[in-house]
């Protein structure tokens, strides 16, 4: 009675396979690379002798807490990699670092560097201090 047109069946290594293989897979790669990405670790020496290609950068450092000042909503403490030393001002969390001198830490933060009288000033405002495990002084 009517005429029928018949119509092609898409295979699934014909359609789906190249989409999924050349597209799908090295989209969710990339989304688990970036979702992923840390920033790399540093040491304090690396930043305190090359400071202006860290201003303004994340940073991740690791070293030894150096007397912990706690205020009111922030603490501070110098962060020692066995070389070179630089200022670590931490406001997270209840304001405190839950550090003491000592402690083997990593921090990650934003290096900041400022010019008092004829020398320069250098620091880590942390948005995290992570103490390492079985450590402290």
Known sequence: ???????????????????????????????AVLHLYQPPSTSVTTIVYNPQKFVGREVKVSGRVLSVLDGENCSSFGLDDGTSIVEVVYCGEGGEARVRSGDLVTVTGVFQMVKVKRSYKHWIIANRVIKKRGESG
């Open 1 to 31: 009675m009517g005429t029928h047109i018949g119509v092609e069946k898409l295979s699934l290594s014909r359609w789906w396979l190249p989409l999924f293989v050349g597209v799908i897979c090295p989209g969710l790669v990339l989304l």
